[in-house]
């Protein structure tokens, strides 16, 4: 699939040579994952959701609406409750790293998604999971609670910082983006999803400023929830800081330290510390 997807990229460049080079991604195949009812997949002591099916149809509508000119769109997964297994997301291989972009709306933890407690659903820890191993995979968006969380606050008792935790995930994705603390199931998802790629892909933000600003607007200002800290997570603050314009489908290279992985958050609802 690799091959054939960059070789079709190279005959396209190849047969319109006389046309200057677009600056956007050629390519957003995506997928989405989400979990509204824990009870099949093993619940760990966690309550069934009512929304995390419509946030995933909202970043679906909200990207395919954007129409971007350059760009191939294409929705390659729509995993719903017991279709979110461990083993499409874990190992190099795993289905996640064959789209370039994925969504999750479910409950979460510091060792990421919390997809059930049955084996089949249980991810032990972010080692299991390789972002961008085998595949395309750049950019993962998660409305979930506590991706990034300190160790000390990690329900999930990882016993690590969030840096420790996800680097070996950071196997060629350019930015993963969640929260550090608890988010909530709000009304306003379909805005949510449009300002994010709005400002995006339109509006020249940088990549964890459209996360951000999509977070505060939606769930702090219009959802009245307290206490959000939107984050993301670059492979480097380069590839954290990246601005649509200038996206490419190259990998990002893994972080050589902890120094280069970079995680930048904004609290709303308690002051910044």
């Known amino acids: 699939m690799t091959v054939l997807r960059y070789l079709c990229l190279t005959l396209l460049v190849v047969t319109f040579s006389g046309i200057s080079p677009a600056a956007d991604p050629p390519y957003m195949w995506y997928a989405t994952y989400s979990i509204n009812d824990y009870e099949g997949n093993g619940s760990c002591g966690r309550g069934n959701l009512q929304r995390s099916h419509e946030g995933a149809a909202a970043f679906s509508a909200a990207l395919e609406a954007m129409n971007l000119p350059n760009t191939n769109i294409s929705y390659k997964y729509r995993r719903k409750d017991t279709e979110c297994t461990a083993?499409?997301?874990t190992g190099a291989a795993a289905e996640v790293n064959m789209v370039d972009f994925v969504f999750y709306a479910g409950h979460g933890c510091g060792k990421g998604p919390v997809f059930g407690c049955n084996p089949e659903y249980?991810?032990?820890n972010t080692n299991d999971i390789r972002f961008g191993g085998n595949g395309y995979l750049k950019w993962v968006q998660a409305a979930s609670c506590s991706w990034f969380t300190e160790a000390e606050d990690d329900d999930c008792q990882s016993g690590l910082s969030p840096k420790v935790r996800w680097m070996p995930c950071l196997q060629g994705v350019h930015a993963?983006?969640?929260h550090k603390a608890k988010t909530w199931e709000y009304e306003y998802m379909e805005e949510a999803a449009r300002q994010f790629w709005n400002d995006w892909c339109v509006n020249g933000l940088e990549i964890w400023e459209a996360w951000r600003n999509s977070q505060?607007?939606?769930i702090y200002e219009h959802g009245g929830s307290i206490g959000i800290e939107p984050a993301t997570?670059?492979?480097s603050e380069k590839w954290g800081k990246e601005k649509f314009a200038d996206?490419?489908?190259a990998p990002a290279p893994p972080p050589t330290s902890l120094d280069t992985a970079w995680l930048t958050r904004t609290r709303y609802g308690y002051p910044v510390y």
Request: glycine share 16%; proline share 0%; charged share 15%.
């Open 87 to 89: 083993g499409r997301w």
């Open 233 to 235: 997570l670059g492979s």
């Open 247 to 249: 996206a490419v489908d």
């Open 122 to 124: 249980t991810i032990s």
């Open 176 to 178: 993963i983006m969640g």
């Open 216 to 218: 505060a607007e939606w």
